[in-house]
């Protein structure tokens, strides 16, 4: 080997060993990351399941700059539902919906967007197309009806809703809040503690102790 042929391969084997040396980095790097939307998407779902939904959103926001996560984006609009951005939570369910069209979760927070923006019958569209025999999509129904001050209707599908599912947290929150608008807080709390009794959601209970404190005493 001349002197010419061994500086080439001595050049190509630094040039291998430093490949090889930015491809580890690079490996670890995106393990990192990977670890860290992990981690953080942790953090989010214990805030999304305290219902402490601004910083749940926050969170999912942070993970979503760094690395699309479907999982983030569908709580991160349930999350701006919650927080009543109504116009947040519609642009990520329009995301989702374009990712899988077919997912009635994903239609479900669209449609309940849409009735928070007042979009009534776009909203009902969404819904004609979903199976009645899933309660939230009766809930989604029963949320049309009562924005548009349609009681009747917003009962009867609120109590089909919870015929189906007894224990659907969604379903007998939807209920009681029915009889909240009517001030029927009798028939609130009693709705709370049959789902209570079902779930032992802590959910259910604290709307339970709210009634209790907030309209018994009025």
Same mark, same amino acid.
Do not use: C, W
């Given at each position: 080997?001349?002197?010419?042929?061994?500086?080439?391969?001595?050049?190509?084997?630094?040039?291998?060993?430093?490949?090889? #040396?930015?491809?580890?980095?690079?490996? #670890?790097?995106?393990?990192? =990351? /990977?670890?860290?939307?992990? =981690?953080?998407?942790?953090?989010?779902?214990?805030?999304?399941?305290?219902?402490?939904?601004?910083?749940?959103?926050?969170?999912?926001?942070?993970?979503?700059?760094?690395?699309?996560?479907?999982?983030?984006?569908?709580?991160?609009?349930?999350? /701006?539902?919650?927080?009543?951005?109504?116009?947040?939570?519609?642009?990520?369910?329009?995301?989702?919906?374009?990712? @899988?069209?077919?997912?009635?979760?994903?239609?479900?927070?669209?449609?309940?967007?849409?009735?928070?923006?007042?979009?009534?019958?776009?909203?009902?569209?969404?819904?004609?197309?979903?199976?009645?025999?899933?309660?939230?999509?009766?809930?989604?129904?029963?949320?049309?009806?009562?924005?548009?001050?349609?009681?009747?209707?917003?009962?009867?599908?609120?109590?089909?809703?919870?015929?189906?599912?007894?224990?659907?947290?969604?379903?007998? @929150?939807?209920?009681?809040?029915? /009889?909240?608008?009517?001030?029927? /807080?009798?028939?609130?709390? $009693?709705?709370?503690?049959?789902?209570?009794?079902?779930?032992?959601?802590?959910?259910?209970?604290? $709307?339970?102790?709210?009634?209790?404190?907030?309209?018994?005493?009025?």
């Amino acid at each position: 080997m001349n002197k010419i042929t061994k500086v080439l391969v001595s050049s190509l084997s630094v040039v291998a060993l430093v490949l090889g #040396v930015y491809n580890l980095a690079n490996s #670890v790097k995106k393990s990192n =990351m /990977y670890a860290k939307v992990e =981690m953080d998407l942790e953090v989010g779902d214990i805030y999304f399941e305290s219902n402490n939904f601004l910083k749940a959103a926050q969170v999912y926001e942070d993970i979503l700059e760094h690395k699309f996560e479907v999982e983030a984006l569908s709580k991160l609009a349930t999350s /701006y539902y919650n927080l009543d951005d109504f116009d947040a939570s519609l642009e990520s369910a329009i995301k989702l919906v374009d990712l @899988v069209e077919d997912n009635p979760e994903y239609l479900i927070i669209k449609a309940q967007s849409l009735t928070g923006l007042g979009r009534y019958a776009e909203s009902i569209a969404i819904l004609d197309g979903l199976s009645k025999s899933e309660p939230d999509v009766l809930v989604a129904y029963a949320k049309n009806d009562l924005a548009q001050g349609q009681i009747d209707l917003a009962l009867e599908n609120a109590f089909k809703a919870v015929d189906l599912n007894p224990s659907s947290e969604n379903a007998v @929150v939807m209920l009681s809040d029915i /009889y909240v608008y009517e001030k029927n /807080y009798t028939a609130a709390s $009693r709705v709370l503690n049959n789902g209570y009794e079902l779930t032992k959601s802590e959910a259910l209970l604290e $709307r339970i102790e709210h009634i209790a404190l907030t309209f018994n005493n009025n």
